[in-house]
């Protein structure tokens, strides 16, 4: 794990975390994880980006921990939320995915640090003390993918289906699911599935963010 930064004065002073995920099982499993930690203090969970920032209004809080697959509003869009109204707060990205794309754009985004959610719970202890203490720390296991897109390097794009390129021209178009459907002659269920897939594949939160990642990479035209 890389780290960089430097450090505050006071590190023998509890942490403060917030622990943002829209899994309750996530946050429960953290939560009670971290309250065993001496040193960390869970202050409060919560389940989207508008829950988080409604907590952050009132609560202090010195390292949350986001997921960047949150639904509607990604933990790339929230941290920049967070670091626009609490400049203080530091942000540690949790992300589930190796995708290149995807995690360049978390790596992208205002974070402090960003680690994949299957680091070791000792790492990750490390890590939230690291980056409460001012450094900026980045998993190993993504330190390859963040190398190359540095340098440059091309790294090989999520591939879309025929049919998924279809529904994707579609959702540019503002179309429905039921317009969808009609127009390709399949069910409203199999369209659905297609979206679900866009979205996983391109990184996406949202259909609006699926047709702008397809405009970027020219799946769009």
Same mark, same amino acid.
């Given at each position: 794990? @890389?780290?960089?930064?430097?450090?505050?004065? $006071?590190?023998?002073?509890?942490?403060?975390?917030?622990?943002?995920?829209?899994?309750?099982?996530?946050?429960?499993? %953290?939560?009670?994880?971290?309250?065993?930690?001496?040193?960390?203090?869970? /202050?409060? *969970?919560?389940?989207?980006?508008?829950?988080?920032?409604?907590?952050?209004?009132?609560?202090?809080?010195?390292?949350? /921990?986001?997921?960047? #697959?949150?639904? #509607?509003?990604?933990?790339? /869009?929230?941290?920049?939320?967070?670091?626009? &109204?609490?400049?203080?707060?530091? +942000?540690?990205? %949790? *992300? $589930?995915?190796?995708?290149?794309?995807? +995690? &360049?754009?978390?790596?992208?985004?205002? $974070?402090? #640090?960003?680690?994949?959610?299957?680091?070791?719970?000792?790492?990750?202890?490390?890590?939230?003390?690291?980056?409460?203490?001012?450094?900026?720390?980045?998993?190993?296991?993504?330190? #390859?993918?963040?190398?190359?897109?540095?340098?440059?390097?091309?790294?090989?794009? *999520?591939?879309?289906?025929?049919?998924?390129?279809? /529904?994707?021209?579609?959702?540019?178009?503002?179309?429905?699911?039921?317009?969808?459907?009609?127009?390709? %002659?399949?069910?409203?269920?199999?369209?659905?599935?297609?979206?679900?897939?866009?979205?996983?594949?391109?990184?996406?939160?949202?259909?609006? @963010? $699926?047709?702008?990642? @397809? %405009?970027?990479?020219?799946?769009?035209?």
């Amino acid at each position: 794990m @890389g780290v960089e930064g430097q450090v505050r004065a $006071a590190e023998s002073e509890s942490v403060r975390i917030a622990i943002v995920d829209d899994h309750p099982v996530v946050r429960e499993a %953290f939560g009670n994880l971290f309250e065993l930690v001496e040193g960390l203090e869970v /202050v409060f *969970t919560a389940g989207d980006a508008e829950e988080a920032l409604a907590h952050l209004a009132t609560t202090p809080v010195d390292v949350a /921990v986001v997921d960047f #697959g949150l639904p #509607g509003v990604d933990g790339g /869009v929230l941290t920049a939320r967070i670091k626009e &109204r609490h400049p203080k707060v530091r +942000v540690l990205i %949790f *992300t $589930a995915s190796l995708d290149p794309i995807q +995690v &360049r754009r978390a790596a992208g985004s205002a $974070a402090d #640090g960003i680690l994949l959610k299957s680091i070791p719970i000792d790492c990750l202890v490390a890590a939230i003390r690291d980056v409460a203490n001012g450094r900026r720390v980045v998993g190993r296991d993504l330190s #390859g993918l963040l190398t190359a897109a540095a340098s440059g390097e091309e790294l090989e794009p *999520t591939q879309l289906s025929e049919r998924e390129l279809e /529904v994707l021209t579609r959702l540019s178009k503002g179309m429905t699911n039921k317009d969808i459907a009609r127009e390709l %002659f399949i069910s409203q269920a199999t369209v659905k599935s297609h979206v679900e897939n866009i979205l996983r594949k391109l990184g996406a939160a949202d259909r609006a @963010g $699926a047709v702008a990642e @397809g %405009f970027r990479r020219k799946l769009i035209v």
